[in-house]
């Protein structure tokens, strides 16, 4: 039987994840931050509308995480970098008991040595995924673009879990690959998301907008050289012709998807900026640099309404 699995989280990548893994006939929970949205799941099922067309409505499991049993099978982690304040942590320790795994899927870096803290006796596993999925409903979720799912194997996370986690997306229909390069992965995820969740952000553009447009490419070279050079200094590996063609690539096969911080904008939510470019800033002053672009891209993110 397969174990317990969680997925907390029900934003967009939350549910592609359960979608996904509903279609593919594995049973799992979504815990959501509110109670609306567990009894809407429930009541009408989780509509998937696939990348290539077609559509699901597949049945879901949900319950609010306030209500949510403690387990130790595995939980799918699908909330920002942003919600894991130490309140958030606490509750996650109360509910993954120990052997339980944990599987991090959140942008930027930082959030895995706060989450092995906060929950010792737990294995934790970080996953960088280029996904890109909408929310269009708390019940429906669209499949805005295949990207890959990159499990990152540190050396700290058994085998055999890591192992378990992989079996399942890859059951889920997801292209994954464990990665002895954790650092390198989260860096390189981390340039893309400084690239393009700022400028899709303030422009209020899809991804794939990004290269339709001269003066919009310029804006994107001059944060990816500068994120480049910054990122350069903390060991990030890659040519910066490559790791600029990757950001074209995903811009171009989540050309459609709005990005999360996009999301976070329209919806008049917190954004992930400062755990993005600002933690480029962060970092760059670590290194007596400077990143003005970085420092913009922060300043006009925050400002936005
Ligand atoms: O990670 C993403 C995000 O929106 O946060 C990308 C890969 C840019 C997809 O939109």
Redesign the pocket.
């Known amino acids: 039987m397969d174990e317990k699995t969680v997925v907390l989280g029900g934003g967009s990548l939350g549910l592609l994840l359960a979608g996904k893994l509903y279609a593919a006939g594995r049973e799992c929970v979504v815990w959501t931050r509110t109670r609306e949205q567990a009894e809407r799941l429930n009541a009408e099922g989780l509509a998937l509308e696939e990348a290539g067309g077609g559509e699901r409505l597949l049945p879901a499991f949900a319950c609010a995480w306030e209500n949510a049993e403690p387990m130790d099978g595995i939980v799918l982690l699908a909330v920002k970098q942003t919600a894991l304040t130490e309140r958030f942590l606490a509750r996650l320790f109360e509910l993954v008991a120990p052997g339980g795994t944990v599987v991090a899927f959140q ?1 930027g870096i930082g959030h895995i040595e706060a989450l092995r803290d906060a929950l010792p006796d737990r294995e934790i596993v970080a996953a960088v ?4 999925a909408l929310r269009l409903n708390g019940a429906r979720v669209r499949h ?2 295949s ?1 890959d799912i990159r499990l990152g194997d540190d050396g700290h996370t058994r085998r055999e879990r890591l192992q378990a986690v992989e079996r399942m997306l890859t059951e889920g229909g997801f292209s994954v690959f464990l990665s002895k390069q954790l650092n390198n992965e989260m860096m390189r ?1 981390l340039l ?2 400084a690239v ?2 700022p400028l ?1 952000a303030i422009l209020r553009i899809p ?1 794939g907008e990004i290269a339709n447009s001269p003066d919009r490419l310029e804006l994107a070279r001059a944060l990816f050289r500068e994120t480049h050079d910054v990122l350069g200094a903390y060991g990030l590996e890659g040519e910066a012709a490559d790791l600029w063609n990757a950001i074209l690539r ?2 171009e096969a ?1 050309a459609g ?7 976070d904008v329209e919806a008049g939510r917190e954004t ?1 900026v400062e755990a993005i470019n600002g933690m480029i800033v962060r970092m760059a002053i670590g290194k007596g640099l400077d990143a003005p672009w970085n420092r913009m891209a922060t300043a006009l993110v925050k400002a936005l309404k």
């Open positions: 942008n995924t280029t996904e890109g805005t673009g990207g995820k893309i998301n393009i969740n899709t991804n995903v811009g989540t998807n709005r990005s999360s911080m996009l999301q992930e």
